[in-house]
């Protein structure tokens, strides 16, 4: 149905046409070529048959574009299977930085992830999230390291890989664009154990510069004072050679420590395999220490069980272990005048762990030293240890041998009661006896 507003349309449509027409005539009738009656007729003819004249069908209306449904982004589970067995905490994003899928220790290491939530919720180092837009968008993979203090102190690495998985890899993801990753694979590795190494490291080795280079630096000044202003001084040449060849030992023992302790933890995994019987040891080691007791005034005294108490051992390690204990007791302890060694057993018969303890009556350990004492180079007192002739890697050497036998260490030391270290490593069972 024409509608007054279609008819006004379709007749402006018409005007043009009906008024070329028109002056058609009017030329032909100004040159007598047609009578004004035939060509009203024709005029009127002309603008009926185009004012009434069915309209156009309509132009098709254009097709709406299709409505975007915005699909939930969706992984194979092919790729989430492989997110999942990764060795390290996994998780794949949307180019977006949404969480498409996460392994479960993701939950363990990071935090819970979940599913469609961007990344920004579970991750919130900036460094991170901007590696991974950026590589969302250039397509080239990014590791950032970064530290964290809460929970924990930690340092993690995060390594960002952009995917092509659409299509044949049967993922798809919002957006996807030719030639564009699709999918982010984001890992994590925990770097803090390997930088605690790299630190220990670096202490280690500055410490034992340190080390060497008092004694050193003590020798050369020596030397000068020798070459030159006391060239002719007889006495004091005597006693610049007696502090010169203590501080050479001093030099020579911490190289021995040094070296002893390198060796010790070279074979750290590998128990000893022979079995010696530890009491014999520490009576061998009380007897080499009696006459440095002697010297200092100290009465030795070592009690120890009848019972065979056999071990798998390393004899030299454990001579050096027993011996560390023992001169420590006598040097930092000879206020006390006793030490006391004590070799005894406990557990039941056929699971018998060898305790041997050694134990003075010195001054002790202030409680806030404990924790540290075993680590190198830690002194509670650096000039006391120095005096003694002492490098301050004793009793990290001892830690490692007795770890090495499968042992404990424990020092206890209550305040005004000397201090005692005490040794437990398990016997030989008697199957084990038997078998071997
Ligand atoms: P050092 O070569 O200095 O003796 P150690 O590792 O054997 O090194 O011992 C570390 C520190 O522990 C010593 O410097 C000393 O301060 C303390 N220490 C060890 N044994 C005793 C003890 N029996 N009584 C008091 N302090 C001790």
Redesign the pocket.
């Known amino acids: 149905m024409s509608t007054p507003f279609a008819f006004r349309r379709r007749w402006r449509r018409t005007l043009p046409v009906v008024a070329l027409v028109a002056a058609a005539c009017g030329v032909g009738i100004a040159a007598n070529l047609l009578q004004p009656a035939f060509a009203v007729v024709i005029l009127l003819a002309l603008v009926a048959g185009l004012a009434f004249q069915s309209s156009p069908p309509p132009a098709p209306a254009e097709a709406p574009p299709p409505a975007v449904v915005p699909t939930r982004p969706r992984v194979e589970p092919v790729a989430s299977a492989l997110v999942a067995a990764l060795p390290e905490p996994a998780l794949l994003l949307t180019p977006e930085g949404d969480i498409l899928c996460a392994n479960e220790r993701v939950a363990l290491a990071i935090g819970p992830a979940r599913l469609g939530d961007p990344l920004s919720f579970l991750v919130r180092v900036p460094e991170v999230l901007e590696a991974v837009h950026n590589s969302a968008r250039d397509g080239i993979p990014r590791r950032v390291e970064f530290g964290e203090k809460i929970p924990l102190d930690r340092w993690l690495e995060a390594h960002i890989v952009p995917l092509h998985l659409h299509g044949e890899a049967g993922m798809t993801s919002r957006g996807g664009r030719p030639g564009l990753p699709d999918t982010v694979l984001l890992t994590f590795r925990d770097l803090t154990q390997q930088r605690r190494v790299e630190q220990m490291r670096a202490d280690f080795v500055a410490n034992a510069s340190h080390e060497l280079r008092t004694p050193l630096a003590s020798l050369s000044g020596f030397i000068e004072t020798l070459l030159g202003p006391a060239r002719n001084d007889t006495s004091a040449r005597e006693r610049f050679l007696g502090i010169m060849g203590a501080q050479a030992r001093r030099m020579s023992r911490l190289i021995d420590d040094l070296l002893s302790l390198s060796r010790i933890e070279l074979n750290a995994h590998m128990r000893p395999e022979t079995q010696v019987e530890v009491g014999t040891i520490v009576g061998h080691v009380c007897e080499t220490l009696s006459p440095l007791a002697r010297d200092r005034g100290v009465e030795l005294k070592l009690t120890r069980t009848d019972e065979p108490l056999p071990i798998y051992g390393d004899r030299d390690e454990l001579i050096r272990l027993f011996e560390?204990l023992v001169e420590?007791?006598l040097?930092?302890?000879a206020s006390g005048a006793r030490v006391e060694v004590t070799v005894g057993a406990e557990g039941a018969q056929d699971a018998r762990t060898a305790v041997i303890s050694v134990r003075?009556f010195?001054?002790?350990?202030p409680p806030e030293h404990l924790p540290r004492?075993t680590e190198r180079f830690?002194?509670?007192?650096v000039v006391?240890?120095r005096d003694?002739g002492?490098?301050?890697?004793?009793?990290?050497i001892v830690k490692h041998i007795v770890a090495r036998h499968r042992g404990k260490l424990g020092i206890e030391s209550p305040p005004g009661d000397g201090?005692t270290?005490t040794v437990r490593i398990g016997c030989v069972s008697k199957a084990e006896k038997i078998a071997s």
Do not use: E, H, M, W
Request: without cysteine; charged residues 15%.
């Open positions: 560390n420590n007791a040097k930092y302890g003075d010195g001054p002790g350990i004492l830690y002194r509670v007192d006391a240890s003694q002492g490098t301050g890697l004793g009793l990290a201090a270290f």
